[in-house]
């Protein structure tokens, strides 16, 4: 069994090493087991880890590690490979008679053909990553945060998951995600509003979700066995148009060859929703704000008005006061409709909805189009935080549904994405892209490209990316040192 740890050179805090362990201090306390035979090693690593904010425990073997596991959980478990009795990778074999939710991370000695594949062997039943022997503590420390970042997803995404469960159960607002407190205040005050009888008024840009919120209120104040009727005013000719909202008899005009029922008629004891109020033509306006006022409906041609009930919900993207202002909207019934409104915020005044709204589009779509479980990449997560989205949700959905079609594995990457959201331009000649015609040069952009991408599909994990990139782990460091993609000490 080859060993290392007693000839290798005290590990020296400098300053980069100082400030990690600023940070840490202002960060909650990581707890790590090492387990280690060599005394003289997990007695270096507890004294320099706990230096860096770390809570530190220490096994001498596998069954030693199991019996602390069994009393208490770790965050991480830092475990030699080899070692007298129970190995690390037997430990790490059991670690589910625990229920132990720890990180592990191997350690190994440089060089030992055996070592290098139990490590190997580790890493296909579920360790993280593995350091070898010697090893520099900067080395340690941005495995760790590594791990740390890989957690912090694991649990963001698990968050996600379950707001997801709780979206599928169908409320009274499904489709839509109330992460931020803006949200929250647009569905605590659809949700007072669904209690009362009364006229809202729905505003909003488009692609927010008005026409969501309407069917909620719907759902929460009338429940499914009454009607929800649907008008969207901006897509039909006056004419038409008037004639779909109150309905006619046989023979109102020419091609009305029997009597028709129009959608206020329709929606009677439940709901009528007028989507783009704002281009209701003036003389509709008098005769919907009559209908809400007198509780009754007039076929054209008819001679005698019908009672019905019905609760009215109208949406705009424009603003009404200015329109009243301008003589395009009557000024009585702005007041009827503005009584009870709500706004929502478009999707760039609530940044922080939009990686949730992912995980639900992502999981919806994903399952529709039986590609499972979906996720997107840093680099794609970013290009989604900082755009505009001018289209809302509506366009964030769209943007979505395309990178479902062209990703051709389970993580959306930033080339996936639309090209006015930054994503590579196909249309570009290979010289503008690589900027030269060398080949030498074309070649290291390429590798350094790829190299990227296969670090950022797995996670920052060294050597899982080696893999997909088909090149051994020394070399990978190498290439990472190279074209500096690693952390600079």
């Not at 132990?100 to 070592?115: F, L, T, Y």
């Not at 439940?270 to 006022?293: A, D, S, Y």
Request: aromatic share 6%; hydrophobic share 40%.
């Amino acid at each position: 069994m080859e060993k290392h740890e007693e000839n290798s050179p005290p590990l020296q805090a400098n300053t980069q090493q100082r400030q990690w362990m600023q940070q840490a201090q202002r960060t909650r306390q990581f707890s790590i087991l090492v387990v280690d035979d060599e005394a003289n090693m997990r007695h270096m690593l507890a004294t320099l880890l706990n230096a860096q904010g770390y809570e530190v425990e220490q096994a001498a073997n596998g069954s030693e590690a199991l019996a602390m596991l069994v009393q208490r959980d770790f965050d991480y478990i830092l475990s030699d490979v080899r070692m007298p009795g129970m190995g690390g990778l037997e430990l790490l074999s059991r670690l589910g008679e625990t229920g132990s939710q720890a990180i592990v991370i191997m350690m190994s000695a440089h060089g030992a053909v055996s070592s290098t594949e139990l490590v190997i062997e580790a890493m296909k039943r579920g360790a993280y990553d593995y350091i070898s022997k010697p090893f520099k503590l900067d080395e340690v420390l941005l495995v760790l945060r590594k791990a740390q970042e890989r957690e912090r997803l694991r649990r963001e995404n698990q968050r996600l998951k379950d707001d997801l469960r709780a979206l599928d159960r169908e409320g009274a607002f499904a489709g839509m995600v109330e992460t931020s407190a803006a949200m929250r205040a647009v569905f605590s005050s659809a949700a007072r509003l669904a209690k009362l009888d009364s006229t809202v008024l729905i505003c909003g840009e488009s692609g927010t979700g008005k026409e969501l919120i309407a069917r909620g209120i719907h759902r929460l104040s009338k429940g499914e066995s009454v009607p929800f009727v649907m008008v969207d005013c901006a897509g039909m000719a006056a004419d038409f148009l008037e004639s779909e909202l109150f309905g006619h008899v046989q023979g109102a005009f020419i091609g009305a060859d029997r009597d028709k029922k129009g959608c206020i008629e329709s929606a009677d004891s439940g709901t009528l929703f007028l989507e783009g109020i704002e281009e209701l033509p003036l003389t509709l306006q008098k005769r919907v704000l009559q209908v809400l006022q007198e509780q009754e409906v007039l076929r054209l041609g008819a001679g005698q008005a019908r009672r019905m009930q019905v609760r009215l919900l109208a949406a705009t993207g424009q603003d009404l006061q200015e329109l009243v202002d301008q003589g395009l909207f009557r000024q009585d019934l702005f007041a009827w409709l503005h009584t009870h409104a709500i706004h929502i915020p478009p999707l760039r005044e609530h940044p922080e909805d939009i990686l949730p709204l992912c995980a639900y589009f992502l999981n919806r779509l994903g399952k529709a189009m039986g590609k499972g479980d979906m996720r997107l990449s840093p680099g794609a997560q970013t290009r989604l935080l900082t755009y505009d989205w001018p289209g809302n949700v509506r366009e964030l959905k769209s943007v979505l549904e395309r990178a479902l079609i062209v990703a051709d594995a389970h993580t959306i990457l930033p080339e996936h994405l639309p090209e006015h959201l930054g994503a590579y331009n196909k249309g570009r000649r290979l010289e503008d892209f690589f900027g030269t015609y060398s080949l030498k040069t074309a070649k290291k952009i390429v590798e350094k490209r790829l190299i990227g991408r296969a670090m950022e599909h797995c996670g920052g994990n060294k050597s899982r990316a080696a893999g997909l990139l088909e090149i051994s782990y020394p070399a990978l460091l190498a290439k990472l040192k190279e074209y500096g993609l690693v952390e600079k000490k």
